[in-house]
C-alpha cells in the first residue's frame, strides 16, 4: 500500500511565477490536509479537503493561495505570483475518515523561490 | 498566542538513556494528542498518539503520559538509540475536523 505521494519533491520557482503542488492521498483516504513548514518550525495548517469540497481553509493565506481536490486525480495547491516568502516545504496530509484523526504525511514539496 | 508549548527545543541524550520531551496545551477542547518523528528531508511520521481518556500508552520503546488537569503530555523514549536522532513534535486537534496544531519541535540527538 502506497504511502502519500507528492510531487514534485523539489521546485525551483522565479518571483511572481506560479507553484504548484499535487499530492495523492493514501489508497482509500478521502481527506487532505495542507501544511506549511519553514525552517526550524513547526508545522503550520494550511486547508483541509474532501473530495470536491473545501472543509477548512482558515489557515490559508486570503490572496495568491488556492486549493483543490478533484473527483478524479490529486489534490494540488496552487500559489499564484510566488514571493521568496512562500519558500519552505509543504507537505501533505491524508486521513481515511471523518472522526479518525490520523493523519499520514507525505515526503513533502520544497519550494525555493528565487 | 501559541496553542501548543513543546519543550525542550534540543536535547542530547546518551545511549541506552531515557529522553523525555514535554508539551503543554491552551484549549480544553483538544481530544486527540499525536506525536511525530521527523528526519532531515523527510515528512513528519507518526509514532504514537494519545486521547484524554487514558493516562498513558505505550508502543515498544515510546510511551505518552497525558495528564488532562495540567493539559500537559509528555513523550518518553527508553533505551534511547543514535537511529533515533531525529526530530519531534507534538500536536494537538479538536473533534471530527483534525486538523493538526503542532509545537515548535525538539531536537533530539542520541550519542553512542
Not at chain 1, 481536490?69 to 500559489?79: D, H, N, Q, T, V
Not at chain 2, 519543550?7 to 520531551?21: A, W, Y
Request: aromatic letters at 10%; charged letters at 20%; hydrophobic letters at 30%.
Amino acid at each position: 500500500n502506497a504511502g502519500v505521494m507528492q510531487n514534485p519533491r523539489h521546485l525551483v520557482r522565479r518571483r511572481g511565477q506560479e507553484a504548484r503542488l499535487r499530492c495523492s492521498p493514501m489508497k482509500g483516504h478521502s481527506h487532505v490536509y495542507w501544511y506549511r513548514q519553514l525552517p526550524e518550525e513547526g508545522l503550520k495548517f494550511m486547508v483541509y479537503l474532501q473530495k470536491e469540497n473545501i472543509i477548512d481553509e482558515s489557515g490559508m493565506p486570503k490572496e495568491r493561495f488556492s486549493a483543490e481536490f478533484p473527483k478524479e486525480g490529486p489534490s494540488i495547491l496552487r500559489i499564484q505570483q510566488v514571493v521568496r516568502g512562500d519558500s519552505a516545504a509543504y507537505f501533505c496530509a491524508s486521513s481515511p475518515r471523518t472522526g479518525n484523526n490520523e493523519q499520514f504525511f507525505g515526503p513533502g514539496t520544497r519550494l525555493t523561490v528565487l | 498566542q501559541q496553542q501548543v508549548k513543546q519543550s525542550p527545543q534540543s536535547l542530547i541524550v546518551q545511549k541506552g538513556g531515557i529522553s523525555i520531551i514535554n508539551c503543554a496545551y491552551e484549549n480544553t477542547a483538544f481530544d486527540y494528542f499525536p506525536w511525530y518523528q521527523q528526519f532531515p528531508g523527510k515528512g513528519p511520521a507518526l509514532l504514537i498518539a494519545i486521547r484524554p481518556d487514558v493516562s498513558e500508552k505505550k508502543e515498544g520503546r515510546f510511551t505518552i503520559s497525558f495528564n488532562k488537569s495540567a493539559k500537559q503530555f509528555s513523550l518518553h523514549i527508553m533505551d534511547s538509540q543514535p537511529g533515533d536522532s531525529a526530530t519531534y513534535f507534538c500536536a494537538a486537534s479538536k473533534g471530527s475536523q483534525g486538523n493538526l496544531i503542532f509545537g515548535k519541535g525538539t531536537k533530539l540527538s542520541v550519542k553512542p
